[in-house]
């Protein structure tokens, strides 16, 4: 089969097409023909070597494909099933703990940049009914991830305010999964054409920040000075104490990226005055995403996707990535 791999110490430039033999399904596993993947940024700091792995290492994280063959013991699916990779294969269901967090497709393990892969049975799901590979495959780490933020850490009812940040997967699926459950939205980005299209997905008010640094204010402004329930965090430290001033009391703070660093300061007086909370958060288990499968066939939602690339322009896709020019998911379709 063929695959892209990532030779130390990663680079875009260094990625390269390999040959690799498709193996044969174990007891409890199951050969998938990988259709899509979807980059996300920890597939990012994969192969630019920021999150050092094996030498050559297949990278991406989510996959989306067909049942070619079913190892014994495997009662879940059989040849030709349409399936959805789990993010954390060994995290099923139950609160995180640090060895259901291991074997993360394209990092621990290999992962979807491959037209065959061979995993444990319990580390997929079924797609939901209706959608493509590609649009499948934007649901296992960004889909989940946000689902997780909006309906697992917190208790969110019709009416809330809820910030999203930038226009990523996550931030996107967060806005849509709000406005599903009829909570109100406020995102911010650095882009007026984005903001516009943040606000036909349904966002009620949104911000510029460059041209408001201080929009932790405009939030309480907009808020009537009651603050939002939930601030979707993806930015890190440069954005969270900004996100401290937006919250409400008794609010939460879903933190879930990192785009400018991994340590700052925290305003923690201001925090705690609030009796608000900081939520760390990477994706979820597989129960969360079996209810979030459910939730998006109930409800209609469809994935937005910026675009989509052939697995052997990954280093291309990538580099859109890095522009940060992108709307919603960039997708990797895979022997189409």
């Known amino acids: 089969m063929q695959a892209i791999a990532v030779p130390k110490p990663g680079g875009l430039d260094t990625l390269k097409i390999v040959q ?3 193996r044969a399904p174990q007891h409890g596993e199951i050969q998938v023909q990988v259709k899509a993947s979807s980059l996300n940024f920890h597939d990012y700091v994969v192969v630019t070597g920021l999150l050092p792995t094996d030498d050559g290492r297949i990278p991406l994280s989510d996959g989306a494909g067909v049942v070619t063959a079913v190892g014994e013991g495997v009662a879940d699916f059989a040849v030709g099933d349409k399936v959805l990779s ?19 497709p394209g990092d621990h393990v290999d992962g979807f940049a491959a037209e065959f892969v061979t995993m444990s049975a319990q580390g997929f799901t079924r797609m939901p009914a209706g959608f493509d590979f590609a649009e499948a495959a934007t649901l296992t780490c960004a889909g989940l991830t946000a689902w997780r933020a909006l309906m697992v850490e917190t208790h ?3 009416g809330d305010w809820v910030l999203v940040q930038g226009s990523g997967g996550v931030s996107v ?17 650095s882009s007026d054409a984005k903001l516009a299209s943040l606000q036909a997905l349904g966002a009620e008010q949104v911000i510029n920040y460059r041209e408001v640094p201080t929009w932790g204010q405009r ?19 440069a954005t969270l104490p900004q996100s401290v001033k937006a919250v409400a009391y008794d609010g939460c703070i879903s933190m879930i ?7 700052g300061e925290v305003p923690t007086a201001e925090l705690f005055q ?28 469809k994935p937005v996707i910026d675009s989509r690339y052939p697995l052997e322009e990954l280093a291309a896709a990538f580099r859109h990535q890095e522009s940060q020019q992108h709307f919603g998911k960039i997708c990797i379709e895979i022997g189409a």
Do not use: H, Y
């Not at 999964?177 to 406020?186: D, E, L, N």
């Not at 760390?280 to 597989?286: D, E, L, P």
């Not at 129960?287 to 939602?301: S, T």
């Open 219 to 237: 939030v309480q402004d907009i808020t009537g000075g009651r603050g939002v329930d939930l601030v979707v965090e993806v930015g890190g430290p």
């Open 156 to 158: 969110l009812r019709p």
């Open 257 to 263: 990226g990192v785009l400018t660093g991994i340590a």
């Open 173 to 189: 699926f967060a806005l849509q999964f709000a406005r599903q459950m009829g909570c109100r939205v406020i995102a911010t980005s």
């Open 274 to 301: 609030k009796n608000a909370r900081i939520s760390g958060i990477t994706v979820g288990s597989r129960a969360q995403q079996l209810d979030m499968l459910a939730a998006v066939e109930a409800g209609g939602i």
């Open 20 to 22: 690799r033999e498709a």
């Open 86 to 104: 789990c993010f954390f294969p060994a995290w099923v269901d139950g609160r995180p703990t640090q060895p259901k967090l291991i074997g993360v």
